[in-house]
């Protein structure tokens, strides 16, 4: 596969390519220093990875998150605008504003995140409602079997089956260490798949459409797996998360 979301050695077949582009998307970031305060007033260290096709690079940090993003930026959705649509095999197709997700019943949970590339955060407590929830709410059709889900970034896709989605550690998150989630993060609304790799955990989350199979995400088309188990998929050993 070519798009590769890690820089391990198989990530850059050429070499030097890789450490100019880390460094250009470093400084080009730049201007998002004003936002290093609160991520570190939050204990979180990051740093920025692109994963543009043909585009790898990442730079190490020290036990923080690294934010991902396949287009190379990070789309901003103004609160009031912002919608997530459950489409499909519904009985009752919603448009959801934040307002909506906030009359749902709130959860909280504290999980460990952990990319397929290696990296783990430990006990990142986040809220917001089940996406079992959600899907009670529109009522799911006894023919769907999978989720497909879209980010307004244009570009970023997963899935899950239903019966992954009902689970009780599959969060449609508002919040994230007890504030909102930081554009770099997928603000407003994103995905936490806690007991799966970080990839499944879809940012600038608007679109569930319920459809009668798989649709295999963006990097599952790219050669990860569709069920993402930390721990047990992707020829990884890591200690599950849950
Ligand atoms: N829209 C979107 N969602 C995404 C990604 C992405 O590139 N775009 N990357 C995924 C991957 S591989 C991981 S590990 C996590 C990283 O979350 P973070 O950027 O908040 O650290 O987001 C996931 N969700
Ligand atoms: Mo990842």
Known sequence: MTDQMTEEPKASPRGTPVGRRVVLGVVGLGAAGVLAGRWLSSGVSDVVASTAPGLASIVPAAGGFRIYTVTGGYPEMP???????????????MSLSLDDLAQLPQTQMTKDFQCVTGWRVEDVPWSGVLLRDVLDAAGVESDAEALKLTSFDGAYTESLTVEQAMRDDMLVATSMYGGPIEVKHGAPVRLVAAPMYGYKSIKWMDGIELTRTVIPGYWEV???DIDAWVGKSNGRTDEPVV
């Open 79 to 93: 609160p009031a605008d912002y919608r997530l649509g459950v489409s499909g095999l519904v009985n009752e197709p």
């Open 222 to 224: 790219r050669g990860y």
